[in-house]
């Protein structure tokens, strides 16, 4: 075999004799021991490597052969595992050092398939008694299950078949994680939507042209549908970059101006078909957002005042909408102060957020959003597309392609504490990112226009009108983000310095230094493969979970770091560790200009400000002074399925005691009821403390 040599063929070898005629397999089944089946891998790994002579193998064969029956004991059956160790002795006794090499990673990668199946069967089996809660939006019916198991068999696929080893390897030892791995070579993350552009020119769900509205509730009822209908091509969020813009434009374009009531009916329809209409074979409802607030026209202001009044007046029984999350755009000189045309529904938002936990607020004037207008558009879970090294930057008809997000905790774990070490490990791994996000871009350019019959078909993609049934979606994709991400900055800040970036200074600065070379590593990445390389602070929901759970194998409990059930998302201070709200806020707001694929920051309040409207927006504004992008207000909301009484109770209904309550809480980004959160979330959202106003702790 001579390791990659050209070989001078052997002569013919006589057929193995052996004194075995049976050998155990790893289920404890005994079947004929087959000498050929020996050969065959060896000559495998040798072919591997460079090697063409069969003979060599055979021959490894038979002293592999002849060194079992020497050690073994009368009767025994020797077992699969036996032989194959005894196959690597030989190979590296013989010289065959590369060749055993390929051998035991081939052993290795057999043995994780074997495993995976293990696993795939004991996940079916789970999935079966409840549905997985990976997700908080899918729900336990029937086709949620089908869902759940299909999902399960295609990610084992894919770490077996066709992500390459090191990438596999990395996401199962939990280095890294490779998100919706079940979607690897299917389809596209998440797209800001062109509502406009469909409504104007009409669509085709698969059985039929549907012409443009006539009246805005056939506008809001196919703004669900197109929702819906994309939601079915991805894995990811939908939604509308404009919306009060885009049915502004359509109530223009009406023979006769509705009035505000059939307006504020067609924007309660939407709200309502958007917690009812379910995507997915029925397993979920689209994770849809609408972003508006600075349309400035009377029919784009009715658009934007009826959502926040339909939100405000809640479900059929007063419930909380779950779905859309709606982000309200605040601009200065459009609604941020007492002069500007929409400062009054600027106030209204404010109301409703402090009753609803929606609207979430982004802000166009920061120093990273202020160059592009009112443009910039974010989804629920937090994703920002904007910057664009093949096109325009607009946010209608992007969105992200997929992402990839980084242990952190466990690189500072391995390094001890050293930094030195630790931003050597992080570049090696942010390399590997990189590249593991390359491939996949390159698996999804496979696919053609019609694969995507929506998103593609109905060219929803920027520049994807270009495209026929037939063509590859590669030129169009390059328009979407390839989003880096990562975790536990606090825990990683625990391992390197002591203290998280809430509780010192000096941590703080440490953390803005990790997170400003991991941004310039991904900037570099963009520049290397001309691709929209961007960083995201992780929205991390069954992940959080994951990567601690796997540290705490290796490392045991390690107080500050993985002595919770969870890593603190992004670079998110600790839930658990109470601090003022305006201190919070400008220390995280620090990172959102590095993380250019999506960020927010979050203050926790105690319960529902409803009374205290004035509080609200002294947290908006210090966002805003904090260079905040995208933030919002938390607090628990509990309501009573049998009388509809909304409040915060812990056990039953005060009003009619009843013990069937609706705990709806937030979870990346969106809304959830808490008995849909993982094991971890929900010990993440147990731990959660209240932040204070200046002097108020």
Do not use: W
């Not at 995507?452 to 520049?463: A, I, R, S, V």
């Not at 979606?473 to 390059?478: G, P």
């Not at 003022?580 to 529902?608: Q, V, W």
């Amino acid at each position: 075999m001579n390791d990659g040599a050209a070989m001078a063929k052997a002569d013919q070898k006589a057929p193995i004799n052996t004194a075995f005629i049976e050998i155990r397999k790893r289920d404890g089944r005994v079947v004929s021991f087959d000498p050929e089946k020996i050969t065959d891998a060896i000559f495998k790994a040798a072919k591997a490597v460079g090697g063409s002579d069969r003979g060599i193998a055979e021959n490894l064969t038979r002293q592999v052969v002849k060194n079992l029956e020497e050690k073994a004991q009368n009767g025994v059956i020797p077992s699969v595992e036996e032989v194959q160790d005894e196959v690597e002795v030989a190979l590296i006794e013989n010289g065959h050092a590369r060749t055993a090499k390929a051998y035991i990673l081939y052993r290795d990668r057999r043995t994780r398939i074997r495993e995976g199946k293990s696993e795939l069967m004991d996940v079916v089996k789970d999935i079966l008694i409840e549905t997985s809660r990976e997700n908080a939006n899918v729900s336990n019916s029937p086709s949620a299950k089908m869902l759940q198991i299909a999902t399960a068999a295609s990610k084992q696929y894919y770490l077996s078949n066709l992500l390459p080893e090191e990438y596999a390897r990395a996401h199962d030892q939990g280095s890294m994680h490779i998100h919706d791995l079940d979607y690897y070579s299917k389809t596209l993350n998440c797209l800001q939507i062109d509502l406009s552009r469909m409504l104007n020119e009409g669509f085709n769900t698969g059985y039929g042209y549907i012409r443009p509205p006539k009246r805005i509730a056939s506008a809001a009822a196919q703004a669900a549908i197109i929702l819906q209908s994309n939601q079915n091509d991805m894995f990811g969020g939908q939604s509308f970059p404009h919306f009060d813009r885009s049915m502004g434009e359509v109530i223009r374009g009406l023979k006769k101006m509705p009035e505000y009531e059939e307006i504020y009916q067609a924007m309660e329809g939407l709200i309502y078909n958007l917690n009812t209409m379910h995507s997915r074979a029925g397993a979920q409802v689209p994770f849809s957002s609408l972003n508006f607030g600075t349309d400035t026209t009377e029919e784009g202001r009715m658009v934007t005042r009826a959502v926040l009044q339909a939100f405000r007046r809640g479900l059929g029984r007063g419930e909380s909408p779950i779905f859309p999350n709606v982000v309200f755009r605040i601009k200065e000189g459009v609604n941020f102060n007492p002069e500007d045309p929409n400062y009054d529904l600027f106030k209204l938002a404010i109301e409703v957020a402090a009753r609803r936990m929606n609207p979430t607020f982004s802000f166009m004037d920061t120093t990273f959003n202020s160059a592009y207008g009112d443009e910039v558009s974010y989804m629920g879970c937090r994703t920002r597309v904007i910057a664009n090294r093949h096109g325009p930057e607009v946010s209608a008809g992007r969105g992200n392609i997929a992402p990839v997000t980084l242990n952190l905790p466990r690189i500072a774990l391995e390094c001890r504490g050293q930094q030195d070490i630790f931003f050597v490990q992080l570049d090696r791994l942010l390399r590997t990112a990189a590249r593991q996000l390359l491939h996949r871009f390159e698996v999804l350019s496979r696919l053609r226009a019609r694969d995507l019959p929506f998103l593609m078909g109905q060219k929803l993609y920027l520049d994807s009108d270009k495209l026929t049934p037939e063509d590859s979606i590669r030129e169009v994709i390059k328009h979407g983000t390839l989003a880096i991400g990562f975790i536990g900055l606090a825990e990683t800040l625990h391992v390197l310095i002591g203290k998280h970036h809430g509780e010192d200074a000096e941590a703080l600065e440490l953390g803005i230094k990790i997170v400003e070379h991991i941004r310039r590593r991904v900037d570099s990445y963009a520049e290397e493969y001309d691709l929209n390389f961007a960083l995201v602070a992780t929205p991390a929901e069954g992940l959080a979970g994951r990567f601690v759970a796997m540290d705490q194998k290796r490392y045991g409990t390690i107080p500050g770091v993985t002595d919770k059930d969870y890593y603190s998302n992004s670079y998110h201070i600790p839930v658990y560790y109470t601090m003022s709200m305006f201190d919070k806020i400008a220390a995280e707001g620090r990172f959102h200009k590095l993380c250019n694929a999506g960020h927010i920051s979050y203050t926790e309040l105690e319960a529902p400000p409803i009374h205290n409207l004035e509080a609200v927006e002294r947290i908006i504004r210090s966002m805003a002074a904090a260079d905040v992008g995208y933030g919002g207000i938390n607090y628990p909301i509990d309501e009573c399925r049998n009388c509809s009484y909304s409040g915060v109770f812990s056990q039953s209904c005060p009003e009619c005691e009843s013990s069937d309550i609706r705990r709806i809480r937030r979870i990346t980004g969106y809304l959830s009821t808490d008995e849909r959160f993982n094991e971890a979330k929900y010990k993440e959202l147990t731990d959660r403390r209240v932040h204070f106003e200046s002097g108020d702790k």
